[in-house]
């Protein structure tokens, strides 16, 4: 059982956990004692769960994962230790959340199209927020009417890049979410990176490089999104590059394909990691 993961989601976002009952659920069930919420595009959840960790007297972050777009493709860049009542964050973060909103009305009409009605009030029955539609929510509307089997079934059929129901997202660039990480006293870390499924392997280290040059921190070397065997090769990425590493397990739910929170794994000895760069621990 992990005591760490610094990589969460609740119903701020895509989760299916409260910010409050995600906590106690870290703590109680899983014997987490540091933690990140990060959710898609929103601090929304930061402030419950940085009262009920306090409550329960364990170490929080407060956290995000931004959306952003290379080569084509949806990076997430995960913004650790950020100030969630920054203006500009809540500015540029509000922005996001509406362009989901924006992005979910135009996939219903796709679903319509497809002869599937009602895909929105559907979706959206699956959502505690008004705001912030996911793919994943979607995901849970098409298993719910039995139109598919599971969540991987969902995108590959319908929500994944290009396929049927498919709609993009205006994110700007990686170097933009690093930024405002930045602005908002935060450090940067890549998600996921082994999940990124490029043509060639040059494209990712150039991912990991341009990243690096325009500032960003860290790394996940250790994540629930990700093959354990990719953790080499990030590890590798930490070391070309000097950046800090990082783990979670990106967990949404229960019933979700990924481990339970801390399961993702330990950080690797060795290395600098996230934890010292926000000054909580001394490697
Ligand atoms: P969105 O951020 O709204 O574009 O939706 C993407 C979200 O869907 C991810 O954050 C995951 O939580 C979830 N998801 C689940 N399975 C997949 C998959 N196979 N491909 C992409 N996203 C997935
Ligand atoms: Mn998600
Ligand atoms: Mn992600
Ligand atoms: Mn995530």
């Known amino acids: 059982m992990g005591t760490l993961d610094l990589h969460m989601h609740s119903t701020a976002s895509d989760g299916s956990l409260a ?42 972050v407060p956290g995000i994962e931004i959306s952003t777009r290379y080569a084509g493709k949806t990076i997430h ?26 992005r979910a009305v135009r996939m219903a009409a796709r679903f319509a199209e497809l002869g599937i009605d009602g895909m929105l009030e559907e979706a959206m029955t699956f959502s505690a927020r008004e705001s912030n539609l996911s793919r994943l929510h979607f995901a849970k509307a098409l298993m719910k009417r ?10 590959d059929k319908f929500l994944g890049e290009g396929k049927a129901a498919y709609v993009g997202a205006p994110w700007g660039p990686v170097s933009s979410a690093v930024e405002l990480i ?30 690096r040059e325009c500032g960003g921190e860290g790394i ?13 090769r990030a590890l590798r990425y930490a070391r070309t590059y000097g950046l800090a590493v990082s783990a979670g397990s990106d967990f949404h739910s229960l019933s ?28």
């Open 19 to 60: 910010p409050d009952e995600l906590v106690r659920f870290c703590v109680h069930e899983c014997g987490v004692r540091t933690m990140a919420l990060t959710d898609h595009d929103t601090v929304a959840g930061v402030e419950e769960a940085a009262r009920a960790a306090a409550r329960e007297g364990i170490v929080f």
């Open 220 to 232: 996940e070397v250790v994540s629930g999104s990700q093959s354990p065997e990719f953790t080499e």
């Open 182 to 211: 930045h602005k908002a006293r935060g450090i940067a870390v890549i998600a996921h990176p082994g999940r990124y499924k490029f043509d060639a392997d040059w494209q990712l280290d150039a991912l990991v490089e341009g990243f």
């Open 146 to 155: 039995g139109i598919v089997k599971n969540q991987q079934e969902a995108f």
């Open 77 to 102: 860049i995960v913004g650790l230790g950020i100030n969630p009542h920054h203006e500009e964050l809540l500015t540029v973060t509000t922005r996001m959340c509406s362009e989901r909103d924006s």
């Open 256 to 283: 979700g394909t990924r481990p339970r929170p801390g399961a993702q794994g330990e950080l690797p000895q060795g290395y600098t990691s996230v934890l010292k760069l926000l000054g909580l621990a001394k490697a």
